[in-house]
């Protein structure tokens, strides 16, 4: 039965995959046999155009590219890679990287003190990197506040990463880490919490979601205490 789970999930993960890819790759397609075509008797706007749409669809094949491969990445993590670090000096290499795209945002970012652990130093920033870009893409009217918080729970930590953007249905709190899955039809590539629950499942945690759908959402995951 666990095979056959698998074996389903794999299936999906492929399907998906080519829905995501094919859309793009018929753009760049169709578009380049039409500038082939008519390039001859077309004045200069209608060329600028088309070949938009060109450059437009090889970047999302590329996105898409991008974000499989970081998920391929995310699967192979194991224990052999883990060093010990404070959660809050990644994050703050986190935040030093995406200082623009948080500035740009108008995105405050406030955080507590954060735990000792063991683990991959990059998967576990890019986690933090993934939750923040995530604020940033799902935003309401008013400018990002997020917020990160640690609490010892038993032989785990529990990292908290709450954002005051439009909430998240209850119907899509679990579907958001599926691969390819968007709230949004033209958002991003649908990748980013995939990563997350890959790279924090390998570290052998859990991650989850928690909104009303109306005030915000609150993206929780545990690790082991060292």
Partial sequence: MEEMKSDREV??????????????????????????RDSGGLEGPAVAQR??????????????????AAYAVALQTDSSSFQSS?????????????????????AEVV??????????????????????RNALA???????????DAARQGEDWLL????????????????IFRPFERLQAKSGTGMGLAICRAIVERHGGRIWAES???????FCFTLPAV
């Fill in 11 to 36: 299936s999906e993960f492929l399907l998906r995959a080519c829905h995501d890819l094919r859309s793009p790759a018929r753009a760049v397609r169709t578009y380049s046999e039409l500038f082939l």
């Fill in 51 to 68: 070949i938009g749409f060109i450059v437009d669809g090889a970047r999302k094949i590329d996105a898409l590219l991008d974000g499989l």
């Fill in 86 to 106: 404070r959660l809050d000096v990644l994050l703050r290499s986190v935040l030093a990287k995406m200082d623009k795209e948080l500035r740009a945002g108008g």
């Fill in 111 to 132: 955080y507590g003190e954060l735990p000792l652990v063991a683990g991959n130093l990059d998967r576990l920033m890019q986690v933090f990197e993934h939750l923040l």
């Fill in 138 to 148: 799902y935003r309401g009217e008013t400018p990002p506040r997020i917020s990160i």
């Fill in 160 to 175: 908290t990463v709450r954002d005051n953007g439009p909430g998240v249905e209850a119907e899509s709190l679990e579907k």
């Fill in 212 to 218: 009303d759908g109306q005030r915000g959402s609150v």
